[in-house]
């Protein structure tokens, strides 16, 4: 704030040389002199020198759980640079007509206004002394306002906060805080920069306060330099905690941790552009340690809870060999004795990793030795189980529960024996195979398959060895291009169950063929079985029944492609009701009809007409009726039982495989 100077001069200048002015000095004068300089230069001084907020004193005191507040002595400097002084015999002005004395311990202040928050302020104020009037003495004293003001009223310095109250109901204080305070202060030879304390948060009838003392003291120092006392110094930016804390006290300095706990600790990454030396004035390296370095597990209330011994949370470089948990010399680049915790993701041969637990490499076995041993690989992952058949691979469910197994069998120890991989579920509390490999082949269910996939099932009846469930799509496709059988299947007393359509798209060879449904006369308790009907000809039999018209004759239509499919045909006519000896075919199919007369006006007569198909598909596939057997086959049988022969000398009849007894893993 920059205001005008004007004052009386006390000197003429309008003669020469100027000389002192003689007579009384005018009241104008005087008001000129005070108003105009005095006033405005005191002003200027203070706000554009020290600034504004609390100079002195002015603590503010309260009891939580109590109404009223005190405010002690003190002065305060306001934005215009006026100051405001709370001064023992002086008064202040809680409101416009009322005066209240200010005694050594300061002035109490009413609490009596709604529940919510406030802020204490003090702001300027003067009252005229019509006392002294009568006597010709006309005196003006600096009151101060002190009052609770809303706190989303502007801080713009015309009034200065003592405090930040939290007013509750009837009154009481229930909170308090140094909130907004600022203050204000220089000294000529040194900077000292005062605090503003508090107790927020206190308990219900605590004492507390809200004051301002010395900080610290920031001056220069003899030899050049400052020279900063403090008990401790914070380095924050702003609306953020603090960054670079410095305990004088302890001799502790810490980053980005406001509880330092050594000389120096830092809590992050820590980028060091130089070399750093333990043990040595002159490092040679980004790190040069002279000396042993042992790393120990700190101290705890229980020694079987693991402790971090080794804490790296940003980047560390290890250019030689680093052991961990052994006391002899390390032989790889990292060597641990004893257990391992990683709490971040572990890249192994890349940076950046994906999981937990990232592992990349070329891929592939390298080099054996003569007895067939592993010497180098690029494996990302390699396990191995040092007694054969123990688990090499395992996992654990979410419980800590074991739940998966990987074990390698059967390893013979020569360059052939390389092992049954076997994979092993929990469940029941027992182990139980799942599936093996051996010899390229899959084996579920057991371990010595006879088949690219050979799935055994379980020893109850309620077992499926194979399920398959599709909504739309096939379940199963099996195809042969090369002359062999893409599906065998074989059982007793069963071979298949099949419910649902079946759609044969070639031709059907059987040895019976038959119905079976629920009986109709006894459908819960009973079956009835039909065979079907066998010709040594690609036979078709159709029938049905006819009334004679007046004439004694009828025409019979059959469909529209009955010629097209059908040839060689047969005719049988049966009356029904009387006998027609002279019932006959009047004329044989042509334009898919035939017609019959001979009979009675009226006669009923049941007609049946057989076929040989014709078609396209029945031409290129014809009936052989008789066939010889391969020379692969002579001497074998579909049914051997029925003609007196043993069941091995069934045709394509296979071996049962000897099947190893299952069990399970090592642990």
């Known amino acids: 704030m920059t205001e005008r100077l004007i004052r009386t001069s006390y000197v003429d200048p309008t003669v020469n040389p100027p000389e002192p002015r003689q007579g009384d000095t005018g009241l104008h004068e005087s008001r000129q002199d005070q108003e105009g300089y005095f006033g405005p230069l005191h002003r200027m001084h203070g706000s554009a020198l020290h600034g504004w907020g609390v100079a002195a004193g002015l603590q503010v005191s309260a009891t939580i759980g109590r109404p009223g507040l005190r405010v002690l002595p003190g002065v305060a400097l306001d934005v215009r640079g006026r100051l405001l002084p709370l001064a023992v015999g002086g008064h202040v002005k809680p409101d416009e007509d009322t005066l209240i004395p200010v005694t050594e311990t300061g002035v109490p202040l009413q609490t009596a206004v709604a529940s919510g928050e406030y802020h204490l302020t003090i702001g300027w104020a003067e009252t005229f002394d ?112 603090s960054f670079l804390i410095v305990n004088p006290v302890a001799r502790r300095m810490g980053v980005n941790t406001t509880v330092p706990g050594a000389t120096l600790d830092v809590d992050g990454t820590t980028v060091l552009r130089g070399g750093v030396g333990i043990g040595t004035r002159n490092p040679q390296a980004t790190l040069d340690v002279l000396g042993s370095t042992v790393l120990q597990r700190p101290p705890g209330p229980d020694p079987t809870v693991p402790q971090s011994t080794l804490d790296v949370r940003g980047f560390a470089q290890v250019r030689g060999f680093l052991g961990i948990g052994s006391a002899s010399m390390p032989t790889t680049s990292l060597d641990v004795n004893g257990g391992a915790f990683i709490r971040g993701r572990v890249g192994v041969g890349r940076g950046g990793p994906r999981a937990l637990v990232h592992a990349v490499d070329q891929g592939g076995f390298e080099a054996e030795d003569g007895e067939g041993k592993l010497t180098t690989s690029n494996i990302p992952l390699l396990a191995e189980a040092r007694t054969d058949g123990q688990t090499a691979i395992g996992a654990l469910n979410s419980n800590g529960r074991p739940a998966f197994a990987l074990s390698i069998d059967e390893d013979g120890g020569t360059n052939n024996a390389r092992g049954v991989p076997a994979f092993w579920d929990k469940y029941d509390g027992n182990w139980h195979l799942a599936f093996g490999i051996k010899n390229g082949n899959l084996a579920v269910g057991h371990r010595n398959p006879g088949a690219r996939l050979h799935v055994v099932g379980g020893p109850t009846v309620n077992d499926v060895a194979v399920q398959v469930e599709t909504q739309q799509a096939v379940g199963i496709w099996t195809f042969s291009e090369g002359g062999g059988i893409p599906l065998i299947i074989g059982g007793k007393p069963n071979a298949a169950w099949i419910s649902g359509n079946v759609d044969v798209r070639g031709t059907l060879t059987k040895t019976d063929l038959r119905f079976k449904i629920d009986h109709p006369l006894d459908p819960a308790g009973r079956y009835l079985s039909h065979s079907g009907v066998e010709s040594d000809e690609m036979k078709n039999v159709y029938d049905g029944e006819v009334v004679l018209d007046d004439r004694g004759a009828a025409e019979i239509t059959l469909p529209d492609w009955f010629e097209a499919l059908n040839e060689r045909f047969r005719y049988q006519l049966t009356p029904i009701g009387a006998p027609a000896p002279n019932l006959y075919v009047a004329s044989e199919l042509s334009g898919n009809a035939f017609a019959v007369a001979g009979g009675e006006p009226g006669l009923k007569v049941c007609w049946q007409v057989t076929g040989v198909r014709h078609d396209a598909y029945a031409l290129a596939n014809p009936l052989v009726v008789e066939t010889a057997k391969e020379a692969a086959e002579h001497g074998t049988y579909l049914h051997p039982e029925p003609h007196g022969a043993p069941a091995e000398r069934a045709l394509r009849w296979m071996p049962p495989l000897a099947r190893q007894a299952d069990q399970p893993p090592g642990t």
């Open 130 to 241: 019509f006392t002294g009037v009568g006597s010709g003495v006309f005196n003006t004293e600096t009151t101060p306002t002190l009052r609770l003001r809303q706190v989303n009223a502007p801080d713009d310095g015309e009034e200065v906060i003592l405090a930040w109250v939290e007013i509750g109901a009837d009154g009481v204080v229930v909170n308090t805080s140094a909130d907004q305070r600022r203050t204000t202060g220089l000294s000529t030879d040194r900077i000292t920069l005062l605090g503003s304390f508090d107790s927020f948060d206190a308990e219900p009838g605590t004492a507390v306060t809200v004051f301002d003392q010395q900080a610290a003291e920031l001056r220069a120092f003899n030899t050049g330099g400052v020279i900063l006392e403090a008990s401790r110094v914070d380095i924050t930016a702003r609306s953020a905690s």
